[in-house]
């Protein structure tokens, strides 16, 4: 009896010792195939004020993951981002991830684009915000970088100097008397104008400002305005009273001003009162200055009538992940993507590398991180926001070759303000006829 049992126990052990076996390697297999060969997965990014954080953020993910590389490309700052994507592709060199602006990017480049909807981050992203990237299947092919909001980034110092609330500033009227204060105290403010207007970088006024005036007549949709034949254009009036407000308090020249220059030496270096811009330039100020940036910058609405008190936010960029792609490098791409918006490492960084406001839910426990994205997540929360259109324009022909050089014509007394508004919208119905045609 004794031997048989060691026998049968013999037997049984190397029943056992061969299962065992043959799991461990069915998992070495599995671990194998899932980590699979190293991959590299190429970054063409449209927000070049993030790309040292980009980049860091890739190496972070590189050691947690030895098995993907990240190449990470910026475009931006006086470069159109389009061109440079339809180069790389016809050239044979498409980045494995790349931006998308909103809905007319999404046509243009539906041969390229993979469906994100089964990803972690498609859905966690906030309703709303994957309405501009859904292709003609309903399919989500984009995902938010995050959600932004723009307006009158001041200097606190200076406000408080010239004895002036900001917060105070609420409509047009108000607003005018306050930059009219400042210009008679430059000198005792130690600024050069009250704005830094860049009027080489036409984007500025052809999306941003103009989206505030074009965008109450599509409630701010930008899929709506995409697919209007003709573009409503009735609070123009207003919005030429807000950019020669700017233009005629702004440093000079304002032709002559880009975006690094506004941005870099004038604001972070304290010579403007006041610029238009976003909380996307918080990580630009402070690498400039961070005790300035910390401490004396702040943003309020721009004051437009009918919706006073209300901060402009929306989605502008979207991540795409090229279709055309291995299987294998498509995966990865998805991966490092689910990562960065999903993981307790990835959240993180969105929020304290990136200075974003996140786009997506499972951040409750996050507090923003600077003063910039901090207002933008409180006006959120309150409800006080405006949509954005502007994204159902960017990324057609009709922003870069009729928006914005008409724009420019105006800024330089090339042009008068009502042929300007003709131009642009004669130029939108031509182009919208010659889609559908």
Same mark, same amino acid.
């Given at each position: 009896?004794?031997?048989?049992?060691?026998?049968?126990?013999?037997?049984?052990?190397?029943?056992?010792?061969?299962?065992?076996?043959?799991?461990?390697?069915?998992?070495?297999?599995?671990?194998?195939?899932?980590?699979?060969?190293?991959?590299?997965?190429?970054?063409?990014?449209?927000?070049?004020?993030?790309?040292? +954080?980009?980049?860091?953020?890739?190496?972070?993910?590189?050691?947690?993951?030895?098995?993907?590389?990240?190449?990470?490309?910026?475009?931006?700052?006086?470069?159109?981002?389009?061109?440079?994507?339809?180069?790389?592709?016809?050239?044979?060199?498409?980045?494995?991830?790349?931006?998308?602006?909103?809905?007319?990017?999404?046509?243009?480049?539906?041969?390229?684009?993979?469906?994100?909807?089964?990803?972690?981050?498609?859905?966690?992203?906030?309703?709303?915000?994957?309405?501009?990237?859904?292709?003609?299947?309903?399919?989500?092919?984009?995902?938010?970088? $995050?959600?932004?909001?723009?307006?009158?980034?001041?200097? %606190?110092?200076?406000?408080?100097?010239?004895?002036?609330?900001?917060? =105070?500033?609420?409509?047009?009227?108000?607003?005018?008397?306050?930059?009219?204060?400042?210009?008679?105290?430059?000198?005792?403010?130690?600024?050069?104008?009250?704005?830094?207007?860049?009027?080489?970088?036409?984007?500025?006024?052809?999306?941003? /400002?103009?989206? /505030?005036?074009?965008? +109450?007549?599509?409630?701010?949709?930008? +899929?709506?305005?995409?697919?209007?034949?003709?573009?409503?254009?009735?609070?123009?009036?207003?919005?030429?009273?807000?950019?020669?407000?700017?233009?005629?308090?702004?440093?000079?020249?304002?032709? +002559?001003?880009?975006?690094?220059?506004?941005?870099?030496?004038?604001?972070?270096?304290?010579?403007?009162?006041?610029?238009?811009?976003?909380?996307?330039?918080?990580?630009?100020?402070?690498?400039?200055?961070?005790?300035?940036?910390?401490?004396?910058?702040?943003?309020?609405?721009?004051?437009?009538?009918?919706?006073?008190?209300?901060?402009?936010?929306?989605?502008?960029?979207?991540?795409?992940?090229? =279709?055309?792609? =291995?299987?294998?490098?498509?995966?990865?791409?998805?991966?490092?993507?689910?990562?960065?918006?999903?993981? %307790?490492?990835?959240?993180?960084?969105?929020? $304290?590398?990136?200075?974003?406001?996140?786009?997506?839910?499972?951040?409750? $426990?996050?507090?923003?991180?600077?003063?910039?994205?901090?207002?933008?997540?409180?006006?959120?929360?309150?409800?006080?926001?405006?949509?954005?259109?502007?994204?159902?324009?960017?990324?057609?022909?009709?922003?870069?070759?009729?928006?914005?050089? $008409? /724009?420019?014509?105006?800024?330089?007394?090339?042009?008068?303000?009502?042929?300007?508004?003709?131009?642009?919208?004669?130029?939108?119905?031509?182009?919208?006829? =010659?889609?559908?045609?």
């Amino acid at each position: 009896m004794k031997k048989n049992f060691w026998k049968r126990l013999g037997k049984r052990v190397g029943v056992i010792a061969l299962a065992a076996g043959a799991a461990f390697m069915l998992a070495a297999c599995s671990n194998s195939s899932s980590s699979g060969k190293d991959v590299k997965i190429t970054i063409l990014q449209g927000k070049v004020e993030n790309n040292k +954080q980009f980049k860091q953020i890739a190496k972070e993910y590189e050691k947690s993951h030895p098995n993907v590389k990240i190449e990470v490309t910026s475009i931006g700052g006086g470069t159109q981002y389009d061109p440079v994507l339809k180069t790389r592709i016809s050239s044979g060199n498409a980045p494995t991830i790349f931006s998308l602006a909103g809905p007319a990017d999404v046509k243009q480049f539906k041969a390229h684009e993979a469906d994100l909807s089964d990803t972690k981050a498609a859905k966690a992203a906030q309703p709303g915000t994957l309405d501009a990237v859904k292709n003609e299947q309903g399919k989500a092919v984009g995902l938010p970088f $995050n959600v932004e909001g723009y307006g009158f980034v001041y200097n %606190k110092k200076v406000f408080e100097k010239a004895g002036i609330d900001p917060e =105070s500033l609420t409509t047009v009227d108000k607003l005018t008397a306050a930059v009219k204060q400042l210009d008679a105290q430059k000198d005792q403010l130690g600024i050069k104008g009250v704005f830094a207007l860049p009027g080489k970088e036409a984007w500025i006024m052809s999306d941003h /400002l103009l989206n /505030l005036y074009v965008a +109450q007549d599509y409630n701010g949709n930008a +899929q709506k305005l995409y697919k209007s034949k003709k573009m409503a254009f009735s609070k123009n009036a207003d919005m030429k009273t807000m950019l020669d407000l700017q233009k005629d308090y702004s440093i000079k020249p304002v032709m +002559q001003m880009d975006y690094s220059a506004q941005v870099n030496q004038y604001f972070s270096q304290g010579k403007a009162a006041m610029i238009q811009q976003g909380d996307w330039i918080y990580p630009t100020v402070e690498g400039i200055d961070k005790d300035f940036a910390k401490n004396s910058v702040g943003m309020i609405p721009i004051p437009v009538p009918g919706e006073e008190g209300k901060l402009p936010v929306g989605t502008s960029l979207y991540w795409a992940v090229n =279709s055309k792609k =291995s299987t294998a490098e498509q995966k990865a791409a998805k991966n490092f993507l689910d990562w960065l918006y999903t993981s %307790k490492a990835g959240k993180k960084d969105v929020v $304290n590398t990136l200075h974003f406001v996140p786009a997506y839910k499972g951040y409750d $426990n996050f507090k923003m991180q600077d003063p910039l994205t901090s207002v933008v997540f409180k006006y959120s929360q309150e409800h006080k926001t405006t949509g954005w259109a502007f994204p159902g324009y960017t990324g057609t022909s009709w922003d870069p070759d009729v928006a914005q050089p $008409n /724009l420019q014509k105006y800024l330089s007394g090339k042009q008068s303000w009502d042929k300007t508004v003709q131009n642009m919208t004669d130029g939108w119905a031509k182009q919208q006829k =010659s889609a559908n045609n």
